[in-house]
């Protein structure tokens, strides 16, 4: 140890009492104490350097040999600090060195700097993406002689006006071409003829581009406009309100739309399909020397030479084009600053949990695309499981969910979950009935005022369907009255009643409506079966859904064991409540068309046969590797069908003989 004195050390030994001989740099105690001195001195001063060199906001991860290796960069020190207690993230500081949409900050100036550049850079890049650049450059929505179609007609449709566009753009000219248009007979020579050294057919280009840089041409004449059948490129651009050079491209499309016949398709591309293509191209170009030439060429420096070629063009580009291209850091400064924004005020509640899944997933911001991508994360309490009531009376050892009811009686029914829930209810006629239909059928809660009716008939084998405000007969659909009550939090005592249709001579028997001697009695054997399904509720358990793929945000990431939404569990783990099980769930849909063919032969004639159709769920548990690096996930494959042969339609060519 050196013997000059340290503040730190200084500051320990002045609080000891003076008999220690704590001042005397040459004493034991002195030198002992110097060492803590030391290290204290040490840890202020790295703290110091990272709180100096950089904001979150301006951070990188320069140098970083990784989050839990000795060397860290910037972002990895700035989240020891204020993440180290979470503890499972060890896979934050990864990026995604490829392009992803986003990845490139202004599309429309980015391909302008292409476009125009002169340097090695531009050069190369304009070379790979020479026909959407062409495509998008401003000069392909200005008006030139390849702009018309027939420009003979068009001269006439505004001298002549006879919609509100034309009408809007005779206001619009000047003395001089109103002169012209007035002379113009609709001969090819007076459009070519000029006057005052410019000709009619000039005029009318040079009145055309003016009204490219109108920014009141939609708004003045949107009625006329909404009419027409714009593409969807056109109407996005509406919606943004643009300025400058798109502004020009949504004009001329939409003079494209209103004068179909007489102005050229310019096929300029949308923004959309210009990032996909610049984003592809820049991905197949990043393994590639030649870039890397264009860019040191261009007067680039490179101080990455022991990276990949990959990292180093990704980052090199970069350098070139700092307001257009996002930095390679950029999406690990973005959740990191997410992170922490949802820590510091807590992240124990629904909303927290989907906020910290969000952030972790770089899904930052109140902007639209970040408002979407949140809003695909569910969050879903106590694990609902679709369920049947079972009836109070069934045996242990039998599966039943079904009560067997003759007209008036009364069943009982128990509530799985401690709140009020939705009920679903399905009546089966039985096919024995004794009578010739149920009429008006009805479930009543007898603890409670309310009921739901279904105003018809149930005839032998019929099925039906109450949920919410619909009633379902065999597979049809009516609206109803009342609602399907809801089932209470306690126990509760239900009853089915309906009248009775027993021939035609005697329609409907009531009790005190009829004379006595054409009445019709109820019978006391069972006319329905009754089922009742619900969601059941498992307190203590919350699953956290959420989409595989996030266009815009997964896609930062490379797709490896290290992706980010590898620690989620872990994070929600952490801030979770205790003694609550969490279940974080991914989804991915995987879209196949399969051609499939039914047939049905009937044998013989007359036939009775009954068939239930239901929701069947056929799940294979599996192992799947998508990655080189042999990450494994759970999968769960749905295949969902139904049927029901009893209430099929048959084409008029059927005989049954």
Known sequence: ????????????????????????????????????????????????????????DTADNQGSQGFVANKK????????????????????????????????????????????????????????????LERFHISRAQFNIKAFKNVGALAIKILIPKNDLSKYFKTKLSLDILQLLGKYDGSQRLLEEESQGISLYKLLEIELNQQLINPSLYRKNR????KLLLK?????????QPTGENLQRL???????????????????????????????LNNCLNKPELLNAIIKSGIPNYYQDKPLEIQNRILLTSAYPNYIENIYAPYRERLKGLIQILRRGAATKQGIIDIVAANLG????????????????????????????????SKSTISYTY????????????????????????????????????????????????????????????????????????????????TPKLPQTNSEWRFTADIKNSAAYPVGLYNQQSFDTATFAFAEAAINLEMRLYKLTPGVFEVKIPWDIPGFTDKFDEAENHP?????????????????????????????????????????PFQEEHLSEDINFTVGSYQLPYPQGMKHDISDNLVFSGVFDYTGFDTSNRFG
């Open 232 to 240: 969807e490129q056109v109407k996005q651009l509406i919606k943004q």
């Open 363 to 394: 899904i930052v911001g109140n902007d639209v695309a970040a408002q979407d991508a949140r809003n695909q994360i569910q969050f879903i309490e106590f694990m609902p499981e679709l369920t049947w009531v079972r009836p109070e009376k069934a």
């Open 404 to 483: 067997p009811l003759a007209l008036f009686q009364n069943f009982e029914v128990q509530n799985p979950n401690r709140q009020e829930e939705d009920v679903e209810i399905r009546i089966q006629v039985l096919s024995n009935l004794p009578v010739e239909a149920l009429v008006n059928p009805t479930v009543i809660n007898i603890n409670s005022p309310y009921k739901v009716t279904f105003t018809g008939e149930l005839k032998p084998g019929d099925v039906l369907l109450f949920r919410g405000q619909t009633a379902t007969l065999n597979g049809q659909v009516f609206s109803i009255y009342e609602a």
């Open 73 to 132: 960069g910037d972002l990895d020190q700035i989240f020891v600090l204020y993440l180290e207690a979470l503890g499972g993230t060890s896979q934050l500081m990864q990026a995604n060195y490829k392009f992803y949409p986003g990845a490139i900050k202004n599309i429309a100036l980015f391909a302008k700097t292409i476009q125009e550049g002169k340097d090695a850079l531009s050069c190369y890049l304009r070379q790979e993406n020479r026909d959407i």
């Open 1 to 56: 140890m050196s013997e000059e004195k340290r503040g730190k050390t200084i500051s320990i030994t002045n609080r000891l009492p003076s008999f220690y001989d704590a001042k005397n740099v040459e004493s034991l105690l002195y030198k002992f104490v110097d060492i803590f001195g030391y290290i204290l001195e040490q840890g202020e001063s790295d703290l110091f350097k990272v709180m100096r060199s950089h904001l979150v």
């Open 565 to 605: 939404r590898n620690q989620i569990l872990g994070i929600v783990g952490q801030v979770k409540a205790a003694g609550v099980l969490a279940i974080i769930t991914y989804e991915k849909a995987i879209t196949e068309i399969h051609d499939y063919e039914d047939s049905l032969t009937i044998v013989r004639s």
């Open 251 to 281: 004009n001329r499309m939409l003079l494209e739309a209103a004068y179909p016949e007489e102005i050229a398709l310019s096929d300029i591309p949308s923004e959309q399909e210009v990032e996909k293509t610049l984003i592809n191209s």
């Open 223 to 226: 009625e006329y406009f909404d």
